[in-house]
């Protein structure tokens, strides 16, 4: 599982200095919150460890020099909050 994160993360840092609300950045973005969001009812808890494992560290880039990385840390992090179930943790 953390080999997978480190990996998925790894494709997420390409979009991320993308400033321009570019279509294949918006399409990669949405792709990352539903991919996140919107596992089955069984894999709760790994769905759970998966978002950490992959909101933390885009967390930590919210502090980036570069406008455009903090933007699209805030848009995926926003996204991935707002799309979570009311009773997620």
């Known amino acids: 599982a953390r080999a997978f994160a480190e990996a998925l993360f790894a494709c997420i ?10 279509p294949a950045a918006e399409r990669v973005v949405e792709f990352v919150v ?13 769905q759970d460890e998966l978002i950490g494992r992959i909101c933390l560290p885009l967390l930590g880039l919210s502090d980036a020099r570069d406008k455009a990385v903090r933007f699209r ?9 707002n799309a979570m179930p009311e009773e997620a943790e």
């Open 13 to 22: 840092a390409c979009v991320l200095p993308i400033f321009k609300r570019e």
């Open 34 to 46: 539903r991919f996140l969001t919107e596992a089955g009812e069984d894999d709760a808890g790994e």
């Open 73 to 81: 840390v805030s848009q995926l992090v926003g996204r991935i909050m």
